[in-house]
């Protein structure tokens, strides 16, 4: 994946940009699934707007981000831990959450590899536990401006993989972009029904 120097270098105007955008209503969905209380990880938090918004409303949040600039206005912005890494080769046995965000931090990777990354990052879930992933609709691949490759799916194909993985879906949405009209967002809220726990 070659999407990281983007995010190192211009991590600033991609917090302005994202920042200020309303999470709601792809958050609220998430989060009324959830006990109170629970520990969520925001896995590729970017600005760490959905992890402000999550503290706000009571829950415990960690982030997680592969960009230095990201990582430290995600911390200050949320004023909560964020872990620096990348999410295809950390350990996450580490780690203890109740529920996992995944907010267009899958968006670059090749097609073949989100089954493994996605069992990767939610590999220590408990049994119930809860994931919330947002990935971009459409066909082969988009590139913008910045030169960002963009991978698209299907609902049917991504639902085929989260089944297989050991999740069943609890609510489902597609909502247009907020930044680019052209866009529009899959989102899962998925529940583990196999492992531990």
Request: charged share 25%; aromatic share 12%.
């Amino acid at each position: 994946m070659q999407m990281s120097g983007f995010y190192q270098n211009n991590y600033r105007k991609y917090h302005e940009k994202t920042f200020s955008i309303d999470p709601s209503s792809f958050l609220e969905p998430f989060a009324g699934r959830l006990s109170e209380g629970s520990l969520i990880l925001d896995v590729g938090c970017g600005s760490g707007r959905d992890l402000l918004w999550l503290k706000n409303r009571g829950f415990k949040v960690i982030g997680f981000e592969r960009s230095k600039g990201l990582a430290e206005l995600a911390g200050e912005n949320a004023g909560c831990k964020v872990i620096e890494g990348d999410f295809e080769t950390f350990d996450f046995s580490t780690l203890f959450f109740d529920a996992i965000i995944l907010v267009g931090a899958l968006v670059h990777l090749p097609h073949k590899k989100l089954k493994p990354v996605f069992e990767h990052i939610t590999s220590e879930i408990s049994k119930y536990g809860k994931v919330l992933v947002n990935l971009k609709q459409g066909k082969g691949t988009s590139t913008d401006e910045h030169g960002r490759v963009f991978y698209l799916w299907q609902d049917t194909e991504l639902r085929e993989i989260f089944t297989d993985s050991g999740f069943k879906i609890l609510h489902f949405s597609r909502q247009v972009s907020a930044i680019r009209p052209d866009d529009i967002w899959l989102g899962y809220v998925l529940e583990k029904t196999k492992g531990k726990g």
